[in-house]
Structure formats: structure tokens, C-alpha cells
Nanobody, 121 residues
Framework: VQLQASGGGLVQAGGSLRLSCVAS????????MGWFRQAPGKQRELVAV???????NYADSVKGRFTISRDNAKNTVDLQMNSLEPEDTAVYYC????????????????WGQGTQVTVSS
């Protein structure tokens, strides 16, 4: 199983970026999918998560600016980031709880390789 993230880059404050992540491999089903980020010198933190049913949860710092979405048929999760701020600068990681077989009810955590988002002031 592999997660491949894309879409990071450099943007000015107030701008937008869209991150995408696709899961591939021997996948039975995917439970929650989400995005985390880690800024230099800080711990990795949750940005947004979405369940297989479409319920979402966001970090307070991104509510109203970021939107997470997923396509269950394509095993993808996207993060639309608007009104970006310099404080959003970090390496962004996609995450998914993936079931590789039917008896694995809880799934296993898989991580993408990380994509850099830099917001200039």
C-alpha cells in the first residue's frame, strides 16, 4: 500500500493551493483519510480528517479556510487551502487508515511522503 501526495508549492499570503493524495496497492477499504502538517521545530498536527461517510473535522486554525474532500471510488483525498497565511507553512502529510483485508476492522495507518507548502508574507 502506498500514499502519493502532490500539489505543494510556494504561494503568497492570501493565495490558494490544492493538495491531492492517492492511495494504491492491495486495498480492501479505507476508513478515515486526513492531512497533517509539521512546521520546523514543531510537532506534527492534524489539519483535517474525513471519514468514509464524509464527516469532516478541522483544526481550529484552518476552519473556514481549508476544505477536505475525498473520492472513495478513486481512493483519493484532497485539501483545498484558501486564504493561506505564513503560519500555514509546513510539510503536509496525507494519512489514511487502510484495511487490506476484510477481517482488519480498524485499519492500519499509512502516510504519504510529505509535500512542502510555503506561504510568503
Amino acid at each position: 500500500v502506498q500514499l502519493q501526495a502532490s500539489g505543494g508549492g510556494l504561494v503568497q499570503a492570501g493565495g490558494s493551493l490544492r493538495l491531492s493524495c492517492v492511495a494504491s496497492g492491495s486495498i480492501f477499504s479505507i476508513n478515515a483519510m486526513g492531512w497533517f502538517r509539521q512546521a520546523p521545530g514543531k510537532q506534527r498536527e492534524l489539519v483535517a480528517v474525513i471519514t468514509s461517510g464524509g464527516s469532516t473535522n478541522y483544526a481550529d486554525s484552518v476552519k473556514g479556510r481549508f476544505t477536505i474532500s475525498r473520492d472513495n471510488a478513486k481512493n483519493t483525498v484532497d485539501l483545498q487551502m484558501n486564504s493561506l497565511e505564513p503560519e500555514d507553512t509546513a510539510v503536509y502529510y496525507c494519512n489514511a487508515k487502510i484495511r487490506t483485508q476484510i477481517r482488519d476492522l480498524r485499519g492500519t495507518d499509512y502516510w504519504g511522503q510529505g509535500t512542502q507548502v510555503t506561504v510568503s508574507s
